[in-house]
């Protein structure tokens, strides 16, 4: 008797010898690479530097508010930093998960927009700033009050449209729950970096203007991000 047959004879019943692994699978394997982990902070990366560009651009090209040298430094700096920082923590949360987790969290997520962009109305409201002689006011200017404020929220809306498509693209292969809500953090970040712009090329300060052009204008950015995320970004 040959070894392989007293081999076979020492296999339970109903059992055989296993067959010879597969040339092509060995080499499948040992083609094989690990997986690139996705990075917490990627899709932040990439949306903030798609959506600065319109922003650069803007203020690239667009002549600065004429009352800007007439307002005090301390003033400008202080007003410019809560629309940053709201476009910097709306961003986050739409797109930054949580340490440990894949997706980021939508609750969180509208959370944080909501917060935002009720403590930017509550810092324009408190604390606008008029520069007699030297800010403008509707009714000294061509525009009336609604025309200037129409203007103003489509710049809003013109500065939030990339941050939104960044955010589509960013997470085209994620698909998580509660996409109206990442959509409404999106919009709000986008919509407080045009707020932000605006800061330095509108010379509106009223503080009717600046709410209704500029803090609306942010609120419309949330919204339709809210709207429209979910149909872009479907399953």
């Given amino acids: 008797m040959s070894t392989r047959d007293a081999d076979k004879r020492a296999l339970p019943p109903g059992r055989t010898d296993a ?3 597969s040339s092509h699978l060995l080499s499948a394997i040992e083609g094989m690479r690990p997986v690139r982990t996705r990075s917490r902070f ?3 990366a990439l949306v903030a530097l798609a959506g600065l560009v319109t922003p650069a651009v803007v203020l690239a090209h667009h002549p600065y508010r004429s009352d800007l040298a007439s ?3 301390a003033w400008v700096i202080a007003a ?3 629309w940053a920082a709201a476009s910097v923590s709306a961003l986050s949360a739409a ?3 949580h340490s440990g987790n894949v997706l980021p969290a939508p609750g969180h997520a509208s959370r944080v927009a909501v917060t935002v962009l ?6 324009v409201f408190a604390a606008s700033v008029h520069v007699e002689g030297g800010s403008l006011r509707p009714e000294d200017a061509p525009l009336t ?3 200037s404020c129409v203007h103003c929220a489509s710049v809003v809306i013109e500065i939030a449209v990339p941050f939104l498509f960044a955010g589509v693209y960013a997470l085209r292969h994620l698909v998580p729950d509660g996409r109206a809500r990442i959509g409404l953090a999106l919009g709000a970040a986008g919509g407080a970096m045009g707020g932000l712009v605006l800061h330095f090329i509108c010379g509106f300060a009223g503080t009717t203007h600046v709410l209704i052009g500029h803090v609306g204008g942010t609120i419309l950015a949330a919204a339709a991000g809210a709207a429209l995320l979910p149909a872009l970004l479907r399953p």
């Fill in 19 to 21: 067959p010879p692994p």
């Fill in 42 to 44: 990627g899709a932040l």
């Fill in 71 to 73: 307002l005090p430094l």
């Fill in 80 to 82: 410019a930093a809560p």
């Fill in 95 to 97: 797109l930054v998960p």
């Fill in 118 to 123: 009720l403590a930017l109305a509550a810092f």
């Fill in 145 to 147: 009050l609604r025309q």
